[in-house]
């Protein structure tokens, strides 16, 4: 009984992971229709930026309970230079271009990014524990949890609820959704699509930064870790159903909760985890788990 | 009516680099050979994209491919590069085969995640395998091409280099026949409009997971060459990476041409090479930028400087 | 002929012509008076921070140092034998194919003289028949897998480190010697060739030796997870005595940050492989008690000696904290090269053709900042030494090393001619050295 209810705990903290790096790309693929293979490059200068400024902070004698608001701070910053940068700067000129070709300017934004990251912190990892253990930690059985793990699941629900609410209860949120249907109809409505789109893929880019900064203090910050998130980033969004919030969040549920399993039972199998769900969800579901309803164009 | 050229240049390329072959310099000759290589693979992208698809699975076959070529030395002690050839053929023409009576039901990024997952469940099982190495992989030798001894010999990597630009050239006439023939035209008309190929009476279906199979087996053939001319193979093969790389050379090359992808990827080892050798810590961010020079002011890929060159006459 | 077809004919010619001017420029060298020396290191991705950089700029300090004379004797003649040298760097990363490529490059591009490169397995395997083929004499400075001078016989290919068998061998050797009563043990390894190898080889140690203590679970997450949430629920709940990791870098630092609050290390003894290089950044997440390997008697093994003191001082200058295990894998192969190519040279005053210091190397004995090293494996093209263990204790906030204990190479090194897995099965018997 133990062992199940460890795997219940550690598929959600890590189904908790796989949505906040998730949903700002399902998010931007929604609206936009875009790849965004950069958004790994945003997830590692969001953790980057985290373990610096935290790191300054804590160096500098601060309080560390202030190190949580300077991660989060970070983030924030990351997400609103650099998503503007990248899309008033480079994506706005490539909108009418084949969706593939917009994949591969994302691309080469990531390989840029790549290498500006190893330019301006350097090869060596960056360390930020302090936040990790500040906060102690917790029982269940046997079995000690950092209360860090539970934060992450309670961001997650955070951010996965406001969102909902932001979609669906605001007007701003409801113009998005009708971008997300159909581009054309929105624009002949009068939706400021341009705008729109200015304003998803900042929030986007915040989501993944944020995402790499709240990881920041469980990991060791280092070059790469931006491209092992982007495959597990796609996986989820792919599984749930591109655009779709509840999508994304069942689709992290179910791969943590698999890859816990595996974990646990069978070691040698966490490799196929999350391609094994993938090629099944699209098996049965060919569009992923919730789709949006697109009209046949003839 | 424009007249197409493109037999008598590749018959012209062909003669030029077996006849330039002795006299390039050992490294030029091997990065050309690799190129080839990867150009075959990125023909067989080419073919999918002008069907409207993208795969971000093709290592999958890249792999199967040279994992067929190298364990036929393994397991029946056979090391001919013609045997090895047909083996990758024949593997990936199978697995291509039933794997595509499922792809071909979907599309966009559908397709492209799916052949994605299958690619890494293969790379999964390979680093699994320590009998194959695991994540090492291991080292190939070629020793006789048509029953007759090549390894050791001075024209060692000569014939190893014929050989890649003779299948090279095999697979980019096949491949330009084909998309001149019925079916062919029809992968066209399937990227612009599915629904009215149906109407017309032709199957989709059938079509793209024939032109699937055509990709894989041609994917198989740069494998099993690679496999040859590199000496070594490793899982990274089936990697979501290496797949990402052909997609990218593919897009970059553009798809107006049979001999733009070996263009583009000629032209792609070479920046990649210089890059590394020039800017070893910023080799990335040089790739990333020339890949966006090129996107901004040659989107239709490389190949469109030709015809554009055509157009202004 | 329609100009058309000239016009498509006349862009070829010109992309080949290019191509070939480049091709000439690029190897159009002036008469090259100083040794050219090709390193292959990891400059990019999660093995550039504990290996690769710190090879390089081992490298680097050390060639300074030799071109100055600086080195203490039997070193101190200038470069090699009077010769300067010049150091070439190539970024490893890229995978097999491309280090391929890239080898190819250093030798007919660039023209190398000798090159000291590759960490990786993987990278090893794949470039020592190219170094065959292209006639260079190349030595490979780190990678572990035993596999190289046991599967094949190289002319022109050294390693002047010994592989990762005695890690495992020299590691179950330790524990079972601080901690005779192990009942179980489970592991947590990264899932790819080194990772496997390594619990490989030390469950075979363990059931040669303790064949009782039996294995709880074997944990092989993804290279680069870096999250270990599951992994460290599913060994809390085994009550293991020890967990075995050849875990390294980033991965090994993540894993410790996320383990050490949750107590996993005072339910079980961790015996860490390959732990040294990261030691100096890990003090507050580093349990006391942690069995740690270096890879070899290096970095924080290493006994006194003046060449020990130079390495560490000449390093310190250029990367403000002391050498790591692959600094020390460097030095041996830039002085084991120097010392065979010396003595090829002897009182010449030419270079030595390569097939001479070639001849020169194979079952050379020579002294590194890490001790002796001897080419006596792979038909003396491989290096054996010995290595040492010891256990962490954290001192003023900073983690060292107690209870060292060094063994001897006769005791962790499977004789020539025997595979490494087959020795361990048969009971480890020392080798005749």
Redesign the interface.
């Known amino acids: 009984m133990n062992q199940l209810v460890a795997v219940l705990i550690d598929g959600l903290i890590y189904s908790s992971w796989l949505f906040i790096i998730a949903v700002g790309l399902t998010l931007i693929y929604g609206v936009m229709k875009i790849l965004n293979i950069a958004h790994g490059s945003l997830y590692a200068l969001g953790a980057y930026s985290a373990a610096a400024l935290a790191g300054y902070w804590i160096n500098q004698g601060h309080p560390p309970i202030g190190s949580y608001a300077a991660m989060l701070v970070a983030a924030i910053l990351v997400g609103l230079i650099a998503g503007p940068v990248i899309e008033r700067g480079l994506l706005r000129f490539m909108y009418g271009k084949d969706e593939i070709v917009l994949v591969l300017v994302t691309y080469a934004v990531f390989l840029i990014l790549e290498d500006f990251i190893k330019l301006a912190w350097g090869v060596d990892p960056y360390f930020l524990y302090q936040p990790y253990s500040l906060l102690g930690s917790f029982d269940v059985g046997d079995l000690t949890y950092p209360v860090y793990n539970l934060v992450l699941f309670g961001v997650a629900v955070l951010i996965g609820v406001s969102l909902a609410w932001v979609l669906t209860k605001t007007r701003r949120g409801k113009m998005l959704v009708a971008v997300i249907h159909d581009r054309e109809m929105a624009a002949a409505m009068g939706i400021n699509v341009s705008l729109v789109y200015f304003m998803t893929f900042t929030v986007g880019a915040m989501l993944g930064a944020v995402g790499g900064a709240l990881t920041a203090p469980m990991i060791s910050v280092q070059p790469g870790i931006g491209a092992e998130t982007i495959v597990l980033a796609f996986a989820v969004v792919v599984i749930g159903g591109l655009g779709s919030l509840p999508g994304a969040a069942l689709a992290a549920v179910l791969v943590g909760l698999v890859r816990s399993a595996a974990v646990h039972y069978r070691p040698e199998l966490d490799l196929f985890a999350i391609y094994f769900v993938m090629a099944v969800v699209l098996i049965m579901r060919p569009k992923g788990l919730f789709s949006v309803q697109e009209a046949r164009k003839i | 009516m424009?007249?197409d050229?493109t037999l008598?240049?590749l018959g012209?390329?062909l003669v030029?680099l077996l006849a330039a072959g002795p006299l390039?310099?050992?490294?030029?000759m091997?990065?050309i050979t690799?190129s080839l290589c990867y150009g075959t693979v990125v023909l067989g992208m080419m073919l999918l994209?002008r069907t409207g698809v993208?795969s971000f699975g093709h290592g999958l076959y890249y792999c199967l491919g040279a994992y067929a070529a190298g364990t036929l030395d393994v397991l029946f002690g056979v090391s001919d590069i013609a045997v090895m050839l047909l083996a990758a053929i024949l593997v990936t023409a199978v697995v291509s085969a039933l794997l595509g009576l499922?792809l071909r039901?979907?599309r966009?990024?559908?397709f492209a995640?799916?052949s994605?997952?299958?690619s890494?469940?293969l790379?999964?099982l390979l680093?699994?395998t320590?009998a194959l190495?695991?994540?090492?992989?291991?080292?190939v030798?070629a020793k006789t091409l048509f029953g007759i001894r090549i390894a050791g010999t001075e024209f060692e990597r000569y014939l190893i280099f014929a050989i890649t630009v003779l299948t090279a050239f095999l697979a980019a006439v096949c491949i330009h026949k084909y998309l001149a023939s019925h079916m062919g035209r029809l992968a066209g008309a399937i990227r612009d409009?599915e629904?009215?190929v149906e109407y017309m009476g032709a199957s989709v279906r059938n079509t793209i997971h024939v032109n699937y199979i055509m990709s894989a087996v041609l994917a198989g053939l740069g494998g099993a060459l690679?496999a040859v001319s590199?000496?070594?193979i490793?899982p990274?093969?089936s990697y979501?990476?290496?797949s990402?790389e052909f997609?990218?050379v593919a897009?970059?090359a553009g798809t107006g041409n049979v001999l733009a992808p070996f263009?583009g990827s000629f032209i792609f080892?070479?920046i990649?090479?210089f890059a590394?050798?020039y800017s070893?810590?910023?080799?990335?961010?040089a790739?990333?930028?020339t890949?966006?020079l090129v996107?901004?002011f040659l989107?239709g890929g490389l190949w469109s400087?030709?015809t554009r060159?055509?157009k202004a006459? | 002929m329609d100009w058309n077809f000239l016009r498509v004919l006349k862009a070829i010619a010109a992309v080949l012509a290019g191509t070939a001017l480049t091709i000439l420029c690029a190897s159009a060298h002036a008469e090259d008076k100083p040794i050219r020396i090709g390193l292959v290191t990891f400059l990019s991705g999660p093995a550039a921070g504990p290996f690769g950089v710190p090879a390089k700029m081992a490298a680097e300090a050390i060639v300074d140092s030799l071109n100055a004379g600086k080195a203490p004797a039997p070193f101190n003649t200038k470069g090699f034998g009077g010769t300067p040298l010049e150091l070439t760097i190539v970024d490893e990363a890229g995978g097999a194919t491309k280090q391929v490529t890239e080898l190819r490059n250093l030798v007919e591009r660039q023209n190398v003289d000798f090159v000291i490169g590759y960490i990786s397995s993987g990278d090893c395997l794949a470039v020592a028949p190219v170094a065959e083929e292209l006639k260079t004499l190349t030595i490979l400075f780190d990678c572990g897998t035993p596999r190289v001078f046991e599967e094949a016989s190289y002319k022109y290919v050294f390693r002047t480190r010994s592989h990762a068998t005695m890690d495992a061998v020299a590691g179950a050797l330790y524990l079972l010697e601080n901690r005779p009563a192990v009942k179980s043990f489970a592991g947590i390894n990264q899932n790819y060739a080194w990772g496997q190898d390594s619990w490989a080889d030390f469950t075979a140690v363990m059931a040669a030796l303790k064949p009782e203590a039996a294995i709880t679970t074997s944990q092989m997450p993804k290279f680069g997870a870096g999250q270990y949430g599951p992994e460290i629920s599913a060994l809390l709940q085994t009550n293991s005595d020890v967990i075995h990791s050849s875990l390294w870098g980033g991965d090994l630092e993540a894993f410790m940050l996320q383990a050490t609050p949750r107590a996993l290390f005072g339910r079980s003894q961790l015996v860490l492989v390959a732990g040294e290089p990261y030691l100096h950044r890990l003090a507050g997440n580093m349990p006391d008690g942690t069995i740690v390997g270096a890879r070899g008697p290096n970095g924080v093994y290493a006994q006194k000696s003046a060449l020990n003191d130079w390495l560490r001082q000449i390093y310190k200058e250029r990367a403000e904290i002391y050498p790591n295990y692959p600094a020390y894998s460097v030095a041996m192969a830039f002085l084991g090269l120097k010392a065979a190519y010396e003595k090829a040279r002897g009182a010449g005053t030419g270079a030595p053709a390569t097939d001479d210091v070639i001849k020169a190397f194979e079952y050379l004995n020579f002294d590194s900042p890490a001790g002796k090293v001897m080419m006596k494996l792979g038909k003396g093209h491989q290096a054996v030494t010995g290595t040492a263990y010891g256990t962490t204790r954290t001192v003023n906030g900073q983690v060292t090393v107690g209870n060292v204990k060094y063994y001897p190479l006769e005791r962790v090194q499977p004789p020539e001619g025997q595979k490494s897995l087959d020795w361990i099965k048969s009971g480890m018997k020392p080798g005749k050295w």
């Open positions: 424009r007249r050229y008598r240049i012209v390329v030029a390039l310099p050992r490294w030029a091997f990065l690799v994209m993208v499922l039901k979907y966009d990024i559908f995640m799916l994605l997952a299958f890494m469940i790379y999964g680093v699994k320590s190495g695991s994540s090492d992989g291991f080292n030798a409009n629904l009215r690679a590199v000496g070594h490793d990274e093969m979501w990476t290496t990402g997609v990218f897009i970059l263009l080892e070479t990649r090479s590394y050798e070893p810590n910023t080799w990335q961010m790739l990333g930028t890949m966006l996107i901004m989107p400087l030709f060159m055509r006459a």
